[in-house]
């Protein structure tokens, strides 16, 4: 299994806008459609990788705590050479998990360029202002370390969102499989 790390983004970049079909209902879906009045988490998804078949579960429990607060997921793999993130493979994991945030797919993978997003999973946290407050890992577990999946990281700095305080700027990188680039 590859292991590629995030790319840890400048803190106080400006969220990049997007426009993006939803993969269960078709609609189109953008920045504005999902930031929540206190600020966005943007999470880069997909069907088949194993770091994020590890996580889905506990991310779909997260996302639903936080339910209202502004999240999304974008798949932006090459889904002809990795036909488990089609966008109809990806409207199943939705489907199966209960997502309960939009789940898009970024065909010609402009998102992924202009998020800096370099595998899955990987987390941006935006406060009100759309300025990245956190980019890291969900948390410590990975497949087979025995860590249970909690979120610790990502829910802390979600929280400090929440509650309008400072985000920490000792943040861990996340780790994933690689962005599935198109040749």
């Known amino acids: 299994m590859a292991r590629t790390e995030s790319l840890m983004k400048d803190l106080g970049t400006t969220a990049p806008d997007f426009t993006l079909p939803d993969v269960v209902t078709g609609k189109s879906v953008s920045i504005a459609d999902t930031r929540g009045p206190k600020g966005l988490l943007v999470m880069f ?6 770091f994020v078949k590890h996580l889905e579960q506990a991310i779909a429990n997260f996302a639903s705590e936080y339910f209202g607060s502004g999240s999304v997921a974008i798949s932006s793999n090459d889904a002809v050479a990795y036909p488990d993130d089609a966008p109809s493979e990806l409207a199943a994991q939705a489907n199966r998990l209960n997502f309960t945030f939009p789940y898009l ?5 402009q998102a992924a360029r202009d998020y800096h997003a370099a595998c899955t999973p990987d987390f941006f946290l935006y406060d009100a202002n759309l300025a990245l407050v956190y980019r890291g890992q969900f948390d410590a577990s990975r497949p087979g370390n025995g860590i249970p999946a909690t979120g610790s990281d990502l829910r802390a700095a979600f929280d400090a969102v929440l509650a309008g305080q400072p985000v ?3 943040q861990v990188p996340g780790l994933g499989c690689s962005i599935k680039w198109k040749a």
Do not use: W
């Open 105 to 109: 797919y970024d065909e010609p993978q």
């Open 168 to 170: 920490s700027p000792d």
């Open 45 to 50: 998804l997909c069907a088949h990788c194993p």
